[in-house]
């Protein structure tokens, strides 16, 4: 089955400073790749995602990018604010069916 | 708000016992997941249901079983329960066709004590 693998396991940077968290995946048969964050004691909400046929998506300050001869995807925080900080899993979905697999998620905490 | 709903909120029993988690989807969506998170830890997938058919098993204990009724709401039956239960246990539906983005309920947070 799939195995997302996801780093760090905790973030941490100064406001205004850029953040990067790395996923890789296993199944070479997974197209969608999503993003989600989640705040304490909150439920995960999407905030971007990504299909195998585009290489990179931007929604202001968030971007993600897929290398899928790689089988890695990233997502990219531009200009973080403290309200960043939270949960961030990413996961990777297959062709059949709509399981994902998550990543064990990263803690990222953005000081003012 | 995610269009899904989840019931009861919270809920505290004693080892040993049974208890029934409940989950509507958001209107048209086809497929149920159910997921564990304990605590500082990521989230465990448990089972999805399409269409009152279950579709992938994931970490899912003997102990524990789940189904998909004709109406689509879904229910996670937990039964003899231990300390290590205790977990805030989320569902989340999405929509028909493939790598479709997941909606999430508020979770259901259980104690076991």
């Known amino acids: 089955g799939e195995n997302v693998e996801q780093h760090p396991s905790t973030l941490s940077v100064q406001e205004g400073d850029s953040a990067v968290i790395k996923c890789t995946y296993s199944?070479?048969?997974?197209?969608?790749f999503p993003w989600y964050k989640q705040e304490l004691g909150k439920r995960p909400q999407l905030i971007i995602d990504i299909r195998s046929n585009v290489g990179e998506k931007k929604d202001q300050r968030i971007a993600v990018t897929l290398n899928k001869t790689a089988k890695h995807f990233s997502l990219h925080i531009t200009e973080t604010q403290p309200e960043d900080s939270a949960v961030y899993f990413c996961a990777a979905s297959p062709n059949r069916g709509g399981k994902s697999t998550f990543g064990d998620g990263t803690t990222l905490t953005v000081k003012p | 708000d995610s269009g899904v709903t989840q019931t009861p909120k919270h809920l505290i029993t004693a080892t040993g016992q049974r208890v029934t988690l409940r989950c509507s989807p958001r209107s048209g969506d086809l497929s149920v997941y159910w997921y564990q998170q304990s605590l500082d830890q990521g989230l465990q997938f448990l089972i999805q249901?399409?269409?009152?058919?279950?579709?992938a098993k994931g970490n899912i204990l003997e102990r524990f079983s789940a189904q998909q009724f004709p109406d689509l709401h879904s229910e996670l039956n937990l039964s003899s329960l231990e300390l290590g239960d205790s977990a805030l246990y989320f569902c989340a539906s999405s929509a028909p066709g493939q790598g479709n983005e997941q909606f999430f309920g508020p979770g259901t947070r259980l104690t076991v004590l």
């Open positions: 249901y399409y269409n009152g058919e279950e579709r």
């Open positions: 199944d070479s048969a997974s197209n969608y």
